[in-house]
């Protein structure tokens, strides 16, 4: 009796499935890298957001800017590791996407037992499959849990970008329960897609001072540096602030100081040449095992 020959996976170099998941890969990143200055920080992040959404199937999710800071509690479960932005992302309608900027305890993405064991895992790009904290009787009170109901949320899967080996960029993409699970196809999608984020991540990096050996921007200072990207002049900027044109003005010096440019042409500049570290990263593929 002949042998059947076994079904390719999505992993299978040279196989068709890998072949277009490579190309829809390279699609997303070249929108992602050819995407301009937004807004706001959070309109930005919702863009990008969005763009890969849309290839994954998943209308909302979240946002994270982690770091790790050098001086941490002994026995720290989070080695450091502390929420520095997050942004909640979700469909206000068919034909727009929003992002509010959250004030969520570090408890409520962190500090977390699924969520944990990244930490250990942190200076690499990979992808985990997130189980349902519901499923778990410890975790059915938590806020993530309340979160997973408030949504009606089915499944996620997570994206973590290592911007550097102290800050990592988390995109997460949920679907509904009216939605089916994401399968293989998501997973190795977004795989492919994660490493090339990076010209559009670095961006991001840059408008909040994040980049490495940058100075961190202040709230205000971060909307100055959206207005500076988008060609806004003084009077502009001190009128969108609703503050006076002195106080824009002592703003942008200090945005062009903790940025380490010479003025608005540097800053340009600095934004086009955004690109991954010169010594890549490692790259993972970490998939959390359902419960």
Same mark, same amino acid.
């Given at each position: 009796?002949?042998?059947?020959?076994?079904?390719?996976?999505?992993?299978?170099?040279?196989?068709?499935?890998?072949?277009?998941?490579?190309?829809?890969?390279?699609?997303?990143?070249?929108?992602?890298?050819?995407? +301009?200055?937004?807004?706001?920080?959070?309109?930005?992040?919702?863009? +990008?957001?969005?763009?890969?959404?849309?290839?994954?199937?998943?209308?909302?999710?979240?946002?994270?800017?982690?770091?790790?800071?050098?001086?941490?509690?002994?026995?720290?479960?989070?080695?450091?590791?502390?929420?520095?932005?997050?942004?909640?992302? +979700?469909?206000?309608?068919?034909?727009?996407?929003?992002?509010v900027e959250k004030d969520v305890r570090e408890e409520t993405y962190l500090n977390d037992p699924l969520i944990r064991?990244?930490?250990?895992?942190?200076?690499?790009?990979?992808?985990?499959?997130?189980?349902?904290?519901?499923?778990?009787?410890?975790?059915?009170?938590?806020?993530?849990?309340?979160?997973?109901?408030?949504?009606?949320?089915?499944?996620?899967?997570?994206?973590?970008?290592?911007?550097?080996?102290?800050?990592?960029?988390?995109?997460?993409?949920?679907?509904?329960?009216?939605?089916?699970?994401?399968?293989?196809r998501e997973a190795r999608l977004l795989d492919l897609v994660n490493p090339g984020l990076a010209p559009w991540a670095?961006?991001?990096?840059?408008?909040?001072?994040?980049?490495?050996?940058?100075?961190?921007?202040?709230?205000?200072?971060?909307?100055?540096?959206n207005g500076l990207l988008g060609h806004a002049n003084v009077k502009n900027i001190a009128a969108d602030l609703s503050?006076?044109?002195?106080?824009?003005?002592?703003?942008?010096?200090?945005?062009?100081?903790?940025?380490?440019?010479? +003025?608005?042409?540097?800053?340009?500049?600095?934004?086009?040449?955004?690109?991954?570290?010169?010594?890549?990263?490692?790259?993972?593929?970490?998939?959390?095992?359902?419960?």
């Amino acid at each position: 009796m002949m042998a059947t020959a076994a079904k390719p996976t999505f992993t299978d170099a040279g196989s068709s499935a890998e072949v277009d998941l490579s190309r829809e890969a390279v699609a997303v990143c070249v929108d992602l890298a050819a995407m +301009g200055p937004q807004e706001t920080t959070a309109a930005y992040v919702a863009s +990008g957001h969005a763009r890969i959404g849309r290839a994954l199937g998943a209308a909302r999710g979240f946002a994270v800017l982690a770091v790790k800071h050098p001086r941490s509690p002994e026995n720290d479960p989070l080695l450091g590791w502390r929420i520095d932005l997050c942004y909640d992302v +979700g469909p206000k309608s068919p034909a727009q996407i929003v992002a509010v900027e959250k004030d969520v305890r570090e408890e409520t993405y962190l500090n977390d037992p699924l969520i944990r064991i990244t930490c250990e895992e942190a200076g690499c790009h990979r992808v985990e499959h997130v189980a349902d904290p519901r499923r778990l009787a410890a975790h059915r009170t938590t806020i993530a849990a309340k979160y997973w109901t408030m949504f009606a949320l089915r499944d996620r899967l997570k994206a973590i970008h290592a911007l550097s080996p102290t800050t990592e960029l988390h995109l997460s993409f949920d679907r509904a329960s009216q939605d089916c699970p994401f399968g293989d196809r998501e997973a190795r999608l977004l795989d492919l897609v994660n490493p090339g984020l990076a010209p559009w991540a670095q961006r991001f990096a840059l408008m909040v001072g994040r980049l490495e050996g940058l100075a961190v921007l202040s709230p205000r200072e971060r909307e100055v540096t959206n207005g500076l990207l988008g060609h806004a002049n003084v009077k502009n900027i001190a009128a969108d602030l609703s503050i006076s044109e002195a106080r824009a003005r002592e703003l942008i010096r200090s945005v062009y100081k903790k940025l380490r440019v010479s +003025g608005r042409l540097e800053l340009a500049n600095k934004w086009a040449s955004a690109v991954a570290p010169s010594a890549p990263l490692g790259h993972t593929t970490a998939v959390a095992r359902r419960s």
